[in-house]
């Protein structure tokens, strides 16, 4: 066992997938307190939980919540080729499996549960959801990716020539690499944190991992109205990686009757740990707001039930 804070206790464990590989699985949680509800980490492409989402697990332990995270297939401490997706249903599905036995434990089950996606983690999140409609109790979808800007999106016909290479090169790097993290992060230290974090991924984009994440961008936009459950979507102002006005579409496309957008001005695709510390604390504190609301509507409900 490690600590990542002195109030937050910190536990590591591998799990097997009903592929047979190796993923890793982190919990985050305040010493001596009972946890008010679990939070289900869903972190974005390349990344990881234990270290790219401490920050982030270390300040909802300390509001709290019971925290975990799992790294997908080929990413961070999982087995699997680095940052290659040969199926993003198996992805969700792994996440599913994991999720739903923590919260199926005994000392859980009457928990709140809610999914936390960061950009691509946005997509996990929301596949979540739309796979168990009525199981999750709200998410927090931070620069979610749920829709290719126009400008980006492949003509026809090379999404089917692509199609067609996917089934022959897979693995091939074949899309070159951007550097994202000069324009998702603001603040140079933690551009730095970043590029030293071993456990990232930041080579070329191999094949099959771009044309799974272009189907799945696709389908998730033509199915955002059937997004139901009580969300929290958030988007830096200046995000040059997914524009604001894709998380507006999924909350003016969204059916659920609980839903809120913020934008925060000025701020970049990272803005949860990439901005100056005062503009992070704000963002903290809207969405450990959002999440104290919710979770006690839960609560009172399930007593008056009782």
Not at 16 to 29: D, K, M, P, S, W
Not at 169 to 174: A, C, D, E, L, V
Request: aromatic share 10%.
């Amino acid at each position: 066992m490690a600590h990542a804070d002195d109030n937050v206790e910190y536990e590591e464990e591998f799990i097997e997938n009903q592929r047979g590989a190796r993923l890793f699985t982190c919990r985050f949680v305040q010493r001596n307190v009972e946890p008010k509800a679990l939070i289900f980490l869903c972190h974005g492409y390349g990344s990881e939980c234990s270290i790219s989402m401490r920050d982030i697990a270390t300040r909802l332990a300390k509001a709290g919540y019971a925290v975990r995270g799992v790294d997908y297939e080929g990413h961070g401490k999982s087995s699997g080729l680095r940052g290659y997706i040969s199926s993003f249903d198996d992805l969700v599905s792994d996440c599913s499996d994991y999720f739903m036995s923590v919260c199926e434990r005994r000392e859980n089950k009457k928990k709140p549960r809610y999914l936390f996606g960061l950009s691509m983690g946005g997509a996990v999140a929301l596949l979540l959801h739309l796979k168990a409609p009525t199981y999750w109790s709200g998410a927090v979808l931070v620069s979610p990716m749920c829709k290719i800007d126009g400008k980006m999106k492949p003509h026809p016909l090379v999404i089917s020539i692509l199609k067609k290479l996917c089934s022959i090169i897979p693995t091939w790097k074949m899309i070159p690499a951007k550097d994202m993290i000069d324009i998702a992060i603001k603040d140079p230290e933690k551009r730095q944190e970043v590029r030293s974090n071993p456990y990232n991924y930041r080579g070329s984009l191999r094949l099959g991992t771009g044309h799974e994440l272009l189907r799945v961008s696709l389908a998730i936009e033509r199915n955002l109205h059937q997004v139901t459950l009580p969300f929290l979507v958030m988007h830096g102002g200046d995000d040059k990686i997914f524009d604001p006005s894709s998380s507006e579409l999924l909350y003016k496309s969204a059916s659920s009757t609980d839903k809120t957008f913020k934008v925060y001005d000025g701020m970049w695709h990272a803005f949860t740990f990439g901005e100056a510390p005062e503009r992070v604390e704000l963002v903290f504190s809207d969405m450990v707001a959002w999440l104290e609301q919710r979770t006690m509507k839960t609560v009172v409900a399930q007593e008056a039930s009782c």
